[in-house]
């Protein structure tokens, strides 16, 4: 569940970004067509870049107290996330619970917390995104949309703006 919602953010994202970069290219071909009174243009304008596609893994620490076979089916479910999302043409970042936590500002808190604060960094995206982390037992979706926030940039500094 972290996965999808944080691939959905991320893919939304990147087709914006896509759109602004098509929007300055073809008003820079417009410019470029304008002032040049010579044939035989570069078509630099016309090669588009494909988006950059990024998702942020959490991964956490292997712990001494864990069980040496928790700690192989934790290895292969992460690397089995990451097969997937390179497949499908994601960069991947890992990151660790305590990295977003501290630039969220969510260190030693609770879930509930987690759950507040998704709420006011996505109060404006809709209804159905709000019910998605309504109920006491959705925290891991909250967290799923805190580290797309902070892997957008956003941080305890800046709530409810991002990058």
Known sequence: PRTIAL????????CQQLEQQQQQQQAASQLADNNSSHAGGSGAGSSMQQPLLRAFLEVSSIMPTNGSLSTLNQGYSIGA???????????????????????????????????????????????????????????????????????CGWSAEQPGKHG
Not at 103 to 130: F, H, I, N, P
């Open 7 to 14: 691939i959905r953010l991320l893919v939304k994202q990147q």
């Open 81 to 151: 996330w990451q097969a997937v999302l390179l497949a499908l043409g994601f960069e991947v970042c890992s990151v660790h619970a305590k990295q977003w936590k501290k630039g969220l500002g969510l260190l030693k808190t609770d879930k509930d917390d987690s759950r507040e604060l998704a709420s006011r960094l996505y109060a404006g995206v809709g209804q159905c995104q709000q019910h998605i982390i309504s109920r006491k037992k959705d925290h891991g979706r909250a967290e799923a949309l805190l580290i797309a926030a902070w892997g």
